[in-house]
């Protein structure tokens, strides 16, 4: 695998969706109604990273078969766990931590087939 324009691209749109999750989640977490949650900054720039984030996957299934950045992106969930469990200190258990590291096993598969 070769570091094309498409693949940098692929990873632009993964690091783009996981920053628009986490600004979801902090818009989220604040406290008000709907209304004032879905109009707050940080759920509309989440929302904004959300949609930039769908043309560099558009670009990046240009070059890339979607059979592989399709499971790419599932290594989004992994990173959002994470960052939740630390910012948010929300729970992991050992079942979280057993599907997160078949996802990480299955991406890597796929990565190196």
Known sequence: MSLTPHWVALFGALVVGVLGQLLL????????????????????????LYGGGAFLYLYALRGIPVSVAFPSAASQYVVVAVVGWLVWAE?????????LALIVGGVLLLATA
């Open 25 to 48: 989640k902090t818009g989220a977490a604040a406290p008000g109604s709907v209304l004032e949650q879905v109009f707050r900054p940080t759920t509309l720039a989440g929302l904004a």
């Open 91 to 99: 729970p992991v258990g050992l079942q979280q931590v057993a599907g």
